[in-house]
């Protein structure tokens, strides 16, 4: 019901009225009409009532806090919270058991601290035992007990060496101290870029919030120093960035999203030219069309071989169109599994890809309105988990692209075709009002049932897009603390940095290690590029420095 029904203009004594006349079964020709204009008002009031209800649920969520997951296991702890039904029995048998342990990190998850070997004073191995004089002492089994001490220190350190120098009386000759070699090199060396980087990209710590806490311990380090380390540091390593983002257009399954940016230049940019029409080529004919003003950073992840590669890039362009030009640099001829929501602005209109949409996405549709349709959004979810549970089973057991699609023929197609036979059910018998926000659920997963059921047709084809929103995180995380970037050039350091330091997150590499490296051996990465990827650069370093300690 689209449109309000025509309202019923009644007094409350025509109303009493009315009612005794039901109930005394006497009604008159009349009454019919207005019955029927009540029960359709009634009927409009409970559709405005499920959709503007969970409007200001989640307006008061974001203001007062409620159940942040969407896991299914925390939608239906919602549900025995409002008295509404739990869904299967099944679940009660599948509490989650509580680990065992403590819960503190034992001295072997400090892999990046610097280790200190304590020996025996006056005893070696295979020295005879000096309790039973008997026997010879060997290295124990359970190996050497161990202490872990915790310090805290300024991220960015520094050391002043104080040279004496000596002045002849007589003849005035100055003698200066021979300079260290610890001391030889630029003022700011391989480390201090790094670890800004990983700080202000890596972590949303924008500048000024690092000068401060510099501050604190004495080591002074101007905002505009920083910027100076970092903007050097990335013209330095840009050739591997390069290699980055030709090895992730050769992709075999790419996903890709966007969200907002600021970008001062680009804002002021918006204001001298405010909203003018641009022409605009359309084959035959060019149309006129409102200039883009709005910004946006761009995540694609890239899957390619046993990698993944992640790209951001910040601008004007949307998703899609980032895509595009990063798929330029494609030279394999087979197209690429594209991974995307179902917005129109996420698919590269210039390139050929199988489009898969994000199933996490359909199933969010009905986690929010699950109070106002309990029974109808579980069968929904629940079937949904049963899909992931037997993606997670392939993925457990490692299972090839090709096996996987089998797999899944065997055991979710099924789900998902009486899941699609479900849906068309609710329209047909009348069941859901297509207009509520139920029915605007369904009609998602409909118009998109192909591309969200790539899966079952594609080898490879991933389920949601959750990889790419996650990598999203690390854009969205600097935009809430630094708030904006202030050119074009800063945007694009700030995307070379986050491409490299989420694709070393990814692949479970020490981005502080890997930025160092490639400061360090700048002039070899630039000749050879695709040996420094976070991958494989540590077979190009030397055995001297693999074995040097090496900071967390």
Known sequence: ?????????????????????????????????????????????????????????????????????????KLLEQLEG???????????????????????NGADAYKGAERVRVGLKDLNPGCRCPSCAKGKVYPSSDGPETLVRVRGEAPIQAKVWEMERLRCNLCGEVFTAETPAEAVGEKYDATAGAMIAV??????????????????????????????????VAEHIHPVFNELRRQAAEGEIVHNDDTTVKILELIKENARSGTQEELVDKGDKKAKTKKRTGMFTTAIVSVAREHKIAIFHSGRNHAGESLAELLKQRTSKQPPLQMCDALSRNTPNEFKTILANCL?????????????????????????????????????????????????????????????????????????????????????????????????????????????????????????????????????????????????????????????????????????????MPWNYTYQLTPKVLDEPQKA
């Open 1 to 73: 019901m689209k449109h309000a029904p025509n309202m019923v203009d009644i007094s409350t004594e025509e109303l009493n009225d009315l009612i005794e006349r039901l109930k005394a079964q006497q009604l008159e020709e009349a009454d019919y009409e207005v019955a029927a204009r009540l029960v359709g008002t009634l009927m409009y009031l409970k559709q405005v009532h499920d959709n503007k209800s969970m409007s200001i649920k989640r307006l008061l969520n974001l203001l007062f806090g409620s159940i942040s997951s969407e896991k299914t296991d």
């Open 82 to 104: 409002s008295g509404k039904p739990r869904g299967r029995e099944k679940d009660k048998d599948k509490q989650k058991k509580k680990a065992k342990g403590h819960g503190r």
């Open 199 to 232: 700080l202000k990209y890596g972590s949303g710590i924008p500048f000024y919030r690092l000068r401060q806490l510099q501050d604190n311990f004495g080591i002074p380090l101007p905002q505009s120093t920083q910027w100076e380390i970092v903007a050097e």
């Open 360 to 532: 996490a996405h359909g199933r969010r549709y009905f986690a929010k309105v699950i109070e106002a349709f309990p029974d109808e959004c579980l069968f929904v979810i629940e079937t949904l988990r049963d899909v992931y549970e037997h993606d997670a089973a392939a993925r457990k057991q490692k299972m090839s692209p090709e096996r996987r699609l089998d797999y899944h023929k065997q055991h979710s197609a099924p789900l998902m075709t009486s899941l699609e036979e479900w849906f068309e059910l609710q329209f047909s018998d009348k069941l859901v009002e297509p207009n509520s926000s139920l029915g605007q659920a369904i009609k998602y997963m409909q118009k998109h049932w192909t591309e969200l059921t790539l899966f079952l047709r594609e080898p490879g084809a991933p389920l949601d897009n959750n990889i790419c929103e996650r990598s999203l995180k690390t854009a969205i995380l600097h935009r809430k603390n630094a708030l904006f970037y202030k050119t074009l050039n800063g945007a694009a350091v700030g995307d070379l940095f986050m491409s490299l330091i989420y694709t070393c997150r990814i692949s479970n590499v020490n981005a502080y290690d890997y930025l160092t490296e490639l400061q360090r051996n700048a002039d070899q990465a630039a000749l050879d590029p695709g040996n420094w």
